[in-house]
């Protein structure tokens, strides 16, 4: 079963979780990137995160060069912006178009997910989605069990696949 796993990372908790269940059940893996530098550090980087989330800002990304249609399922993990998934995924949808794929999210936030799940769902409809599962800060929070548990649920969607 061809796997990929597709993520964009802000402050390296999705990307933690996206390469352990890339080498976790063997899948390519490929990163969203901005193309312009943002701010990664104190409250500018909270201010410019908002404001792309509440402005619905589609963010120039680099072009991602993948055949979607070689791949059987695909993992999609984004950290948690406003309540929703990243911006950069506006603009990856936007040029990308999914029907009838097997897709499973996972996202990461300091807290609260609120309704990233149902967004990304209504974004992807048309697709079978195989579940969802979230984790609090990795990089701070035991990151060897959060990497641990998001491999299991990889396995397990992928198990639930066939």
């Known amino acids: 079963?061809?796997?990929?796993?597709?993520?964009?990372?802000?402050?390296?908790?999705?990307?933690?979780?996206?390469?352990?269940?890339?080498a976790g059940v063997d899948a390519d893996i490929c990163e969203l990137r901005n193309v312009k530098?943002?701010?990664?550090?104190?409250?500018s980087k909270i201010f410019w995160a908002g404001r792309e989330v509440f402005m619905n800002k589609f963010p120039e990304i680099?072009?991602?060069d993948i055949d979607?249609?070689?791949y059987d399922?695909?993992?999609i993990g984004t950290p948690v912006w406003a309540f929703t998934y990243a911006p950069p995924f506006n603009t990856f949808f936007k040029r990308?178009?999914?029907d009838n794929k097997k897709m499973a999210f996972f996202c990461c936030h300091g807290g609260r997910k609120g309704k990233i799940f149902d967004k990304i769902k209504e974004v992807l409809s048309g697709n079978i989605i195989l579940g969802c599962v979230d984790f609090v800060e990795p990089c701070r929070n035991d990151s060897q069990k959060c990497v641990e548990g998001s491999v299991e649920w990889a396995k397990e969607m992928l198990d639930s696949s066939t």
Not at 7 to 15: A, C, E, H, K, P
Not at 37 to 43: L, N
Request: hydrophobic share 45%; glycine share 10%.
């Open 1 to 22: 079963m061809n796997t990929l796993v597709l993520y964009y990372s802000f402050t390296g908790n999705t990307r933690l979780l996206a390469e352990g269940i890339a």
């Open 37 to 43: 530098q943002v701010p990664k550090g104190g409250m």
């Open 62 to 64: 680099e072009d991602v």
């Open 68 to 70: 979607f249609d070689e």
């Open 73 to 75: 399922v695909i993992f």
């Open 96 to 98: 990308n178009k999914f």
